[in-house]
């Protein structure tokens, strides 16, 4: 089976990182997303099952833990698990392409240490939180607790950067798609 790369975009939550992950979808080919598996609600009406996430119980997604299933999993809020397939990244490699994460800050690190030196992961970020308060906002689809617990969550998050392999700041959304391709052209070509 083809052995491909790991591309692992993590960032605390609106700091843009989804906008660059679907821009670079767009631009190459080449390059297949791993659709994550959660147990939260679906988004309104955007998010499609088996798209955008593997929408499970936690009772599905803890039996799949059980059957040790996933790469990386963990609970990212009370109730709410995330994780990585391993049978997403055999579906994408069958095919011949490399793999795209859009993930948290916890989930990246462990998808770099598992892919390691197959992998870049890279930790976006927004120039500082007020940026991240309004972009938030904006979303309207916080209510003023989880916006206050994702403001909190970011802070924490920030603390890692150090630890992937580049950072992208996401001050000019063109800029930082024009970055990102660059990035991913260089990783592949390494």
């Given at each position: 089976?083809?052995?491909?790369?790991?591309?692992?975009?993590?960032?605390?939550?609106?700091?843009?990182?989804?906008?660059?992950?679907?821009?670079?979808?767009?631009?190459?080919?080449?390059?297949?997303?791993?659709?994550?598996?959660?147990?939260?609600?679906?988004?309104?009406?955007?998010?499609?099952?088996?798209?955008d996430y593997y929408f499970m119980?936690?009772?599905?997604?803890?039996?799949?833990?059980?059957?040790?299933?996933?790469?990386?999993?963990?609970?990212?809020?009370?109730?709410?698990?995330?994780?990585?397939?391993?049978?997403?990244?055999?579906?994408?490699?069958?095919?011949?392409?490399?793999?795209?994460?859009?993930?948290?800050?916890?989930?990246?690190?462990?998808?770099?240490?598992?892919?390691?030196e197959r992998a870049l992961a890279?930790?976006?970020?927004?120039?500082?939180?007020?940026?991240?308060?309004?972009?938030?906002?904006?979303?309207?689809?916080?209510?003023?607790?989880?916006?206050?617990?994702?403001?909190?969550?970011?802070?924490?998050?920030?603390?890692?950067?150090?630890?992937?392999?580049?950072?992208?700041?996401n001050k000019t959304l063109e800029?930082?798609?024009?970055?990102?391709?660059?990035?991913?052209?260089?990783?592949?070509?390494?």
């Amino acid at each position: 089976m083809h052995k491909g790369k790991a591309l692992i975009f993590s960032a605390p939550s609106g700091s843009g990182k989804t906008t660059i992950v679907k821009h670079l979808l767009n631009t190459f080919p080449q390059l297949s997303f791993s659709i994550s598996a959660c147990t939260r609600d679906r988004r309104g009406r955007n998010e499609d099952n088996g798209k955008d996430y593997y929408f499970m119980t936690p009772e599905e997604f803890k039996a799949k833990i059980d059957n040790n299933e996933f790469i990386e999993w963990e609970e990212v809020y009370p109730g709410n698990f995330y994780g990585t397939l391993k049978s997403e990244i055999d579906r994408i490699w069958a095919e011949g392409k490399h793999v795209i994460f859009d993930v948290d800050v916890k989930g990246g690190l462990s998808l770099k240490e598992y892919f390691k030196e197959r992998a870049l992961a890279v930790f976006v970020k927004v120039p500082n939180l007020e940026v991240l308060k309004e972009r938030l906002s904006d979303r309207g689809t916080e209510s003023e607790g989880s916006l206050s617990q994702r403001l909190f969550k970011a802070k924490f998050e920030m603390g890692f950067e150090a630890k992937f392999d580049v950072s992208l700041v996401n001050k000019t959304l063109e800029v930082s798609l024009l970055e990102a391709e660059n990035l991913y052209s260089s990783f592949i070509k390494s």
